[in-house]
T-cell receptor, first 113, second 111 residues
Framework: EPEVTQTPSHQVTQMGQEVILRCVPI?????FYWYRQILGQKVEFLVS????????KSEIFDDQFSVERPDGSNFTLKIRSTKLEDSAMYFC???????????FGEGSWLTVV | SQQGEEDPQALSIQEGENATMNCSYK?????LQWYRQNSGRGLVHLIL?????REKHSGRLRVTLDTSKKSSSLLITASRAADTASYFC???????????FGKGTMLLVSP
């Protein structure tokens, strides 16, 4: 079964450093997402991406965050200057079309020290 | 924004028993999805139920949706130890499917 793949599975970074989390969505999907889950808390929406542009973003997704689809397969989340509170599991997700199931990757654990 | 909120927060049962989890939300939705998460792992999609559907089955899973009460339930029949996980409902109320997750129900199935 096709799946969303994410790399790295775990990254430790120092506060203030830039981090790029990578995702390969399912190949025929058109909608892409990033969510995050701080340890012990809810899964929170960050951003959705469709037709090569951001379609929605949450309050969490401030100027420190950016997303990019540099080629036909990858979808990246960049955090420019990480803060301690950015420590979380970041999930990439994708879906084929409107109203369809959203499929999540296994996540990337980000630890900011 | 509206939220899916599950109850109970935690549920402990024996293998073979049924487990029922409930989800409530606040505004109209396009669909509602249930996910499972094993500790520290990704979100596994279980089932999607659309706003015009009332019940859906998938293997040992049965999901109901009552849009008049803004609630859904997930029933796992004949539970197994491998069903131990957190279960989340997520509501889709936007055209781009920005899912809003609840806090989840932690299910523990003891052998």
């Amino acid at each position: 079964e096709p799946e969303v793949t994410q790399t790295p599975s775990h990254q430790v970074t120092q506060m203030g450093q830039e981090v790029i989390l990578r995702c390969v969505p399912i190949s025929n999907h058109l909608y892409f997402y990033w969510y995050r889950q701080i340890l012990g808390q809810k899964v929170e929406f960050l951003v959705s991406f469709y037709n090569n542009e951001i379609s929605e973003k949450s309050e969490i997704f401030d100027d420190q965050f950016s997303v990019e689809r540099p080629d036909g397969s990858n979808f990246t989340l960049k955090i420019r200057s990480t803060k301690l509170e950015d420590s979380a599991m970041y999930f990439c997700a994708s879906k084929q079309g409107s109203g369809n199931t959203i499929y999540f990757g296994e996540g990337s654990w980000l630890t900011v020290v | 924004s509206q939220q899916g909120e599950e109850d109970p927060q935690a549920l402990s049962i024996q293998e073979g028993e049924n487990a029922t989890m409930n989800c409530s939300y606040k505004t109209s939705i396009n669909n509602l999805q249930w996910y499972r998460q094993n500790s520290g792992r990704g979100l596994v999609h279980l089932i999607l139920i659309r706003s015009n559907e009332r019940e859906k089955h998938s293997g040992r899973l049965r999901v109901t949706l009552d849009t008049s009460k803004k609630s859904s339930s997930l029933l796992i029949t004949a539970s197994r130890a491998a069903d131990t996980a957190s279960y989340f409902c997520a509501t889709d109320d936007s055209g781009y499917s920005t899912l809003t997750f609840g806090k989840g129900t932690m299910l523990l199935v003891s052998p």
